[in-house]
């Protein structure tokens, strides 16, 4: 049985130290492809903007009252073309999609 090949230690610092590298570099050229791009925020239309200045109304009378209840409301009908869904979830998350 022939005998191993012995390594000294710099050369195994060496090739760990390659191997982090390449490692790191790796996870940096993923992290930078898979980012979103940042999508510019469209502005809301003044309607939109109505119903979403009331509800920030009644969410701060709620929250000044005191009161530890469920604010809810009703949603309109998908597909009606006053439906503002989208942009109130955006803006009651602070969504930065």
Known sequence: MPEPIRMSRRAWVATWAVLCVAGLAATAGLNVSSSPDPKTEEPVSAEYAERIADIETQLAKSKKEGNDT???????????????????????????C
């Open 70 to 96: 469920v604010l809810t409301f009703s949603r309109i009908q998908v597909g009606d073309e006053n439906d503002c869904s989208d942009e109130l979830r955006h803006h009651l998350r602070g969504d930065q």
